[in-house]
């Protein structure tokens, strides 16, 4: 009798983050750059001005209104701030968001997610009472329309945990892939053609470098109405303990979600809200900066792996590198392991983002670090790969 598959060893990035110095954490997902100084003056004033109560669910009317207008600006939808039900609700970070969506629609329901995958996407919904699949793509990151569309079938005509929706990462967490317009419209075609809500989480829209522009999905014909659309300030703005993103679509979809949020949350945290407001589009340039700024990163530092022997993925974005580590190693976990322990350096395995043994040989990076941190940790790795 053989003997039981044993599961899969899944990196805890936490747990990592918590054993690796800050000058060699490469390792969890947010922007250790210095608080925007105007952002945080104004953020000062307003608490101490003592504008610290209740708002609503919904979000600060002023910080809507900003939102609605950098959607307009970047993302060419235009959302109507006045509109009952809401068409966009400011959220306790993109994750409260993506509670009240799986609190809203998909409690006993399943969602499908492209692997590798963001953990959080599986693990909210597990945790609220659906289930995530996985829809592997190959090594090139890219999928075949028929596949996705066949899986999903499947899935939808299922018994238990039937599929209600598809969820879009561009850039993605952990790869930083952008999508491309082809991918994008085969994955609505697909979503149309089973009348699938799509989830399309878009917080790293921002640091898009190469030949694939941003698309939103809900730009594409007739996915307004089916897509709620996520995203975030803490990346962009280097806030993520504010907890502050949004979400928006059509207002009965948005509905569900804010009644939820209501009941869990009561409301997004106050004064910080009225202090992004003051300054979301006040410097028409601040995107772009942010984009070069990161892209500078990403140059310098992929050269510096690949000099090291990683083999680095082409991923059109730069908050995150995505690379198989150097030949000579094939578990990401150990390797990590021994940059931790003799470098002081730590990296995410490939494993913490897959049910697959795929990924098993490579490492998300983020790059989301001073100069100065990253430029250190390059030497700590030369020090030991060299």
């Not at 609503?56 to 039900?85: F, H, M, Q």
């Not at 009472?129 to 939808?156: I, P, V």
């Not at 898009?208 to 089916?226: C, F, K, Q, W």
């Not at 150990?334 to 990296?347: S, W, Y």
Request: charged share 25%; with cysteine; aromatic share 8%.
């Amino acid at each position: 009798m053989s003997e039981p598959k044993q599961a899969k060893i899944r990196p805890d990035i936490r747990a990592i983050t918590r054993l690796v110095p800050p000058s060699g954490n490469l390792v969890q997902g947010q922007s250790e750059l210095p608080i925007d100084a105007r952002l945080a003056a104004e953020a000062a004033a307003i608490i101490a001005a003592s504008q610290n109560h209740y708002g609503g669910s919904e979000g600060d009317a002023n910080l809507r209104k900003a939102v609605a207008e950098k959607i307009a600006k970047y993302n060419g939808i235009a959302l109507d701030v006045d509109a009952r039900p809401f068409e966009l609700m400011i959220t306790n970070g993109g994750t409260g968001a993506l509670i009240g969506i799986t609190q809203a629609y998909l409690r006993g329901r399943s969602a499908l997610v492209f692997e590798p995958y963001y953990p959080y996407h599986r693990r909210i919904l597990e945790e609220f009472g659906g289930k995530t699949e996985a829809f592997e793509l190959d090594e090139n990151l890219t999928f075949e329309k028929d596949a996705l569309l066949a899986r999903c079938k499947e899935l939808k005509d299922r018994a238990e945990f039937p599929l209600r929706a598809i969820i879009v990462c561009s850039p993605a967490n952990p790869s930083g892939k952008v999508l491309s317009q082809t991918e994008l419209e085969a994955i609505a075609d697909v979503a149309k053609e089973l009348d699938l809500l799509v989830i399309s989480d878009e917080v790293y829209e921002h640091y898009v470098t190469g030949e694939n522009p941003h698309t939103p999905i809900a730009s594409l014909p007739d996915m307004l109405e089916r897509t709620i659309t996520v995203n975030s300030f803490s990346k962009s703005w280097n806030i993520s303990g504010w907890r502050l993103g949004y979400a928006y679509g059509k207002g009965e979809l948005i509905a569900p979600i804010n009644n939820a949020a209501n009941v869990i949350y009561v409301c997004p945290v106050t004064p910080l809200q009225a202090a992004l407001a003051k300054v979301l589009m006040a410097d028409d340039d601040y995107y772009t900066r942010l984009r070069d700024k990161f892209d500078t990163k990403r140059i310098a530092f992929s050269e510096g792996l690949k000099e090291l022997g990683f083999d680095i993925y082409n991923s059109g974005s730069a908050f995150y590198i995505w690379a198989r580590i150097p030949e000579r190693f094939d578990d990401a976990i150990a390797f990590n392991e021994m940059l931790m322990r003799d470098a002081g350096v730590g990296m995410t395995p490939g494993s913490a983002f897959a049910d697959s043994d795929t990924w098993d040989a490579h490492v998300r990076i983020c790059i989301a670090r001073e100069d100065t941190i990253l430029e250190g940790a390059m030497e700590k790795l030369k020090s030991v790969l060299a």
